[in-house]
């Protein structure tokens, strides 16, 4: 089995000290660490397991999200021709 860590872009809605909600899209609003960032209100951030690990363009958090959907896309339709 092959096992591996994922990190999704955010765009950070607020920040209040060392921790930011940011918006993963459709609704879903989370809390996470930005100790390790300098991100402000309206950059995107990488998060993993609960922290921001990296600061973003748009269009690379845009081109991340297109990639992480087409690989969702590519799983379903494989289940689906079992």
């Avoid at 390790?36 to 973003?56: N, P, R």
């Avoid at 690379?60 to 297109?66: G, I, K, P, V």
Wanted: glycine content about 6%; some cysteine.
């Amino acid at each position: 089995m092959i096992a591996m860590c994922l990190a999704i872009p955010a765009k950070v809605a607020n920040i209040e000290g060392d921790e930011a909600r940011v918006d993963f899209g459709e609704g879903v609003l989370r809390e996470v660490n930005v100790t390790l960032v300098d991100a402000k209100v309206g950059d995107y951030v990488l998060v993993h397991a609960g922290y921001a690990i990296q600061v973003l363009s748009e269009e690379e958090a845009m081109e991340t999200l297109r990639l992480w959907n087409e690989i969702l896309k590519s799983e379903i339709d494989k289940n689906d021709a079992l």
